[in-house]
């Protein structure tokens, strides 16, 4: 059992605190937010994620889990020390490193001699060097260990990982690193601190060229009267495609598609290198957000101003609570600008608030009280049940925007909704 301290326990910080004593290891995670800490040590998680309530309860109970405000005490005496800080886009697009950096130099000259500092926050290339910097210290290394977590099952996928990157030039440091994950079954790879940094932001940058791509294709498919399902369904089967990550949707969004791209566009940029692909991705996805917002102003018969809005979802993806960078969000807020009110239902979203111009609605059926269109824009599995004979009864006008392409369209057109999905009549 080694000790360790996560510094920081948002969805990173405790999938991995949570996760590492799970694997056998006594955890410390701090925060800075007392509110946050006090949730924790009553044994909740304050964040929906799959299994973590349940988590929280065993590790406490087992008293290999504690949770602090306090990060020097955290700190004293782990042999392991995580970064998982918010690396939130700077004011430029690159990456904003304060909190790294307030914590660095906060932590430095409390750290035991031969304690490793890992990176675990998506962080520019190079970043070990500076953090090393900030620490101040030569007696302690740096390794760079980028998370593949995807919110909502974040837990399961740091137990269960497509694979471990542990990147760094210490090799001692490295091999502490990957012995804390001896209990899980993936491949390991070990590799220098800058290409674990570069291979985090180039697959989260592929992955949003995929979904990019397909909704860019799902556009042409509407165009010359393909079906994107049939598209996929074939280019799926091509194993050097894949079928995952191809349904398309309203844009790709999130806390950390939307910033790494960028990010990584800037690290580009300042190496030399345009990254115009990149680029054209991030503007693309942007545009995609608008096509769904002028599918609703079509159907709503060119103007939305004064016409009021029921939106099915909120949050950025099912199974998420989270709003960071959801394009919901942008598409409401749209339509909003364009004079349209806007209700909306999402069972989990937490933060609706800071949107005053969003009335939140108590159900599905609630939010189309009245409403001269429905836009779903999350794929929340219970709107594929919803009856649209009562969603029928509830509307002023019978006309939906299905940017998740979770409802059955002959269900809906056989009711005499006008209906438009993506990628399909
Ligand atoms: C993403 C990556 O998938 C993780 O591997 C990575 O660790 C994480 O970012 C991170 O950097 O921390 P996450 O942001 O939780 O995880 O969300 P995803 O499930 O990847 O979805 C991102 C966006 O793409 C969402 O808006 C989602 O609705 C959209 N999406 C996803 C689609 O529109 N279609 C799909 O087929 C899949």
Redesign the pocket.
């Known amino acids: 059992m080694t000790k360790l301290a996560v510094i920081g326990s948002g969805y ?1 910080g405790l999938s991995t605190g949570v996760g590492l004593c799970l694997l056998g290891h006594a955890v410390t995670c701090a925060d800075i937010d007392p509110q946050k800490i006090s949730i924790l040590n009553s044994g909740e998680s304050p964040i929906a994620e799959d299994g973590l309530n349940e988590g929280i309860s065993q590790c406490l109970s087992a008293n290999t889990l504690a949770f602090t405000t306090d990060v020097i005490n955290a700190i004293s005496e782990a042999e392991v020390v995580f970064l998982c800080l918010p690396t939130p886009q700077g004011d430029d697009g690159s990456a904003d490193l304060s909190h790294i950096e307030a914590v660095s130099r906060q932590i430095g000259s409390h750290l035991q001699a031969g304690t490793v500092v890992v990176n675990k926050s ?1 962080v520019p290339v190079g970043s070990s060097v500076v953090v090393a910097e900030w620490l101040g210290r030569t007696d302690v290394s740096v390794v760079s260990n980028p ?5 909502g099952t974040a837990l399961h996928d740091f137990l269960h990982p497509t694979r471990i990157v542990v990147g760094g030039d210490n090799e001692e440091a490295v091999d502490k690193v990957v012995s804390l994950y001896a209990a899980v079954d993936a491949p390991i790879l070990r590799m220098n601190a800058a290409s674990a940094e570069a291979l985090k932001y180039a ?2 940058s592929f ?1 949003a060229t995929k ?1 990019t791509f397909i909704n860019a294709i799902a556009d042409i498919c509407e165009l010359v009267g393909a079906d994107i399902f049939d598209v996929v369904g074939g280019l799926g089967l091509d194993p050097r495609i894949g079928d995952q ?3 398309p ?1 309203p844009g ?6 939307p910033k ?1 791209t960028r990010a990584l566009v800037k690290i580009a940029e300042g190496n030399g290198y345009d990254f115009a692909l990149l680029r054209g991705v991030i503007q693309t996805n942007d545009e995609q957000y608008e096509r769904i917002a002028l599918k609703v102003v079509e159907l709503c018969g060119g103007s939305v101003n004064g016409k009021t809005i029921a939106s099915w979802g909120l949050t ?2 099912a199974n998420t609570d989270d709003l960071r960078d959801s ?1 919901a969000i942008a598409i409401l807020s749209t339509l909003h600008s364009m004079g349209a009110r806007i209700r909306a239902y999402d069972s989990a979203a937490r933060g609706v608030e800071q949107y005053p111009w969003i009335e939140r609605c108590e159900s599905a059926l609630d939010a189309c009280d009245g409403a001269d269109a429905l836009a779903v824009l999350t794929e929340w599995p219970e709107f594929s049940s919803v009856s649209p004979q009562e969603v029928f009864k509830k509307l002023s006008h019978p006309a939906v925007v299905d940017g998740r392409n979770v409802l059955n369209p002959s269900n809906w057109k056989d009711v005499g909704f006008e209906y438009r999905g993506v990628g399909r009549a």
Do not use: H, M, Y
């Open positions: 990173v998506t998370e593949f977590l995807r919110q697959a989260n992955l979904l990550f191809l349904n949707g790709w969004g999130g806390s950390c598609f790494d950025f993806k394009p």
